[in-house]
């Protein structure tokens, strides 16, 4: 059966999340209602990453099979007219062989965060930030996230229903920089637990906001104690930004 990988760019706003719920709507619920409206086939769709309620995607990526073989072209013009008017857009479409998997043939993710760090409450970004007005010191966080780089235990920045087999995680890339009224926070892994990056950046605030110094932020790491994690922040900020393979 030929096999398709899709690149996907999402306001998560209105949905769940990607995965499909019996009662709210779902990116993976839209972009297989569109599927079928194409093709005529009733498929799953697997995705590199199950973005939660509110978070957003700049290059999610997603396969599915079909039984006919379509041009990607075709494939992706179809699959824009059919997602109209959800805030979902198929930015590339491109066949695979079926050895490729969206999610286990991925390498690394790649996560980025924005804060708005004014006083004014943002209207245009509203519901793509977390709007904090309070002034943040960018340079503490990013010494503070320097420092929980590498191979570690992340229970303290993992939500209870996480579903992994090991809370061990490698985190190559946590870095913070400010970029005039925002501050952006990137991360990058070859995977990551529930809520981790989230947990992350919450924790990261209080840094910025001087209540917690920047070392800290490893010794919370290292108590491996979920009570010991700064506030969660909240899904709109965050953005699946890529992914490699």
Not at 18 to 45: H, K, M, N, Y
Not at 153 to 179: G, I, M, N, Y
């Amino acid at each position: 059966m030929p096999r398709y990988k899709l690149t996907l760019e999402y306001d998560g706003t209105p949905f769940s999340g990607w995965q499909r719920q019996s009662e709210r709507p779902s990116v993976q619920q839209a972009l297989e209602e569109a599927i079928l409206g194409f093709s005529g086939e009733t498929v799953t769709t697997q995705a590199a990453g199950r973005t939660d309620a509110g978070v957003h995607a700049l290059g999610q990526v997603a396969h599915f099979d079909l039984a006919k073989a379509w041009d990607p072209f075709r494939v992706r013009e179809a699959l824009n007219y059919h997602l109209r008017p959800a805030p979902v857009a198929v930015i590339a479409a491109e066949a695979v062989d079926d050895a490729f998997q969206a999610r286990f043939s991925a390498k690394a993710r790649h996560y980025e965060y924005r804060i708005l760090n004014r006083r004014a409450p943002p209207v245009i970004e509203r519901n793509h930030v977390w709007h904090v007005p309070m002034e943040l010191d960018a340079e503490a966080m990013n010494e503070a996230a320097g420092s929980i780089l590498g191979l570690h235990d992340f229970t303290t920045f993992r939500s209870a229903e996480c579903q992994a087999k090991s809370p061990l995680r490698t985190l190559d890339v946590f870095s913070v920089r400010r970029e005039n009224e925002h501050i952006l926070v990137t991360a990058s892994a070859r995977s990551f637990l529930h809520h981790q990056v989230r947990s992350m950046v919450g924790s990261l605030k209080l840094v910025g906001e001087g209540k917690w110094q920047p070392q800290k932020l490893r010794a919370v790491l290292d108590a491996r104690d979920r009570s010991q994690c700064g506030a969660m922040a909240p899904s709109s900020g965050l953005y699946f930004t890529h992914v490699d393979y």
